[in-house]
């Protein structure tokens, strides 16, 4: 059984580096912090993608021993992006933690306006 | 924010309807995480799911209310003190540390517990990990 042959073939792989350009170019392109921080989670989740897909077997259940099933997917990776999954999302909120405290401070949350705000000063 | 989503009667109607079962559903994921797909972090992100809800309808308040900060507070060390109490416990009946075998007569009936109060106690924790988030962001300008 080749990979290539079927129809998904490589395409997920197209689908997991497209993701994670996107979320990289929203990260270095954009000035606001909170979409920085979404860039950032949309990078996270091609990540995911790429692990999860890894552990599908080919007509294997979930992998749970039940009678009549013998082929199950792979569970480790799944176990993986669970925690991975978990440290997204505290990663997130630390992130718009910060995000909080530096809008009490300056005023703003967009990049440039703080630049030129320390510029000043 | 608060007062345009409380003249909102669909609003919050439906999730007055929809919350019970959100609920419900969370307890389904978290107790038959044994024998499915399922488990304490997903229960406690779909029970602590509810209460968001409630708070993006009724407001932080009145969450507040329902919930109080020393609540969530305490039932995120209690889960962590379940997780680490029965793997303290297995050592002390004489086990390795999480090895749930220990835990009953019969070995399989030892892993079952095990594994459920492990569950109970990522799931209480997750839980309150997510609504002491969502409530710590959204009570800000209150």
């Known amino acids: 059984m080749t990979v290539t042959s079927d129809f998904p073939g490589l395409l997920i792989y197209w689908v ?18 909170v979409k920085k921080i979404v860039g950032l989670n949309v990078f996270q989740v091609s990540v995911f993608l790429l692990y999860i897909t890894m552990g599908k077997v080919k007509g294997g259940t979930a992998p749970i021993l039940a009678d009549g099933f013998e082929v199950y997917s792979n569970p480790l990776p799944h176990v993986l992006i669970l925690t991975a999954i978990v440290v997204g999302v505290a990663t997130t909120s630390l992130g718009l933690a910060l995000v909080v405290r530096i809008m009490d401070s300056y005023g703003t949350i967009e990049d440039d306006e703080i630049q030129a705000l320390e510029d000043d000063t | 924010m608060n007062t345009r989503m409380q003249q909102k009667v669909v609003l919050r109607v439906v999730s007055k309807f929809l919350i019970p079962f959100i609920l419900l559903f969370a307890l389904y994921v978290q107790w038959h995480g044994d024998f499915g797909p399922g488990g304490g972090f997903q229960a406690g992100v779909i029970f ?17 209310q329902v919930i109080p900060a020393w609540v969530t507070r305490s039932l995120l060390s209690v889960g962590v003190l379940l997780y680490s109490g029965v793997g303290v416990a297995t050592l002390l009946m004489g086990g390795e540390f999480l090895n749930y075998s220990v835990l ?39």
């Not at chain 2, 839980?127 to 969502?134: C, D, L, P, Q, R």
């Open chain 2, 48 to 64: 602590a799911a509810g209460f968001i809800l409630y708070a993006l309808i009724y407001g932080v308040e009145r969450t507040r």
């Open chain 2, 104 to 142: 009953a007569h019969v070995p399989t009936h030892g892993q079952h517990l095990g594994v459920l109060l492990v569950e109970a106690g990522v799931g209480i924790t997750v839980f309150s990990a997510m609504t002491t988030i969502f409530i710590a962001f959204a009570g800000q300008d209150s």
């Open chain 1, 16 to 33: 997991v580096i497209v993701l994670m350009m996107i979320g990289f170019y929203i990260v270095i392109s954009q000035n606001n912090m």
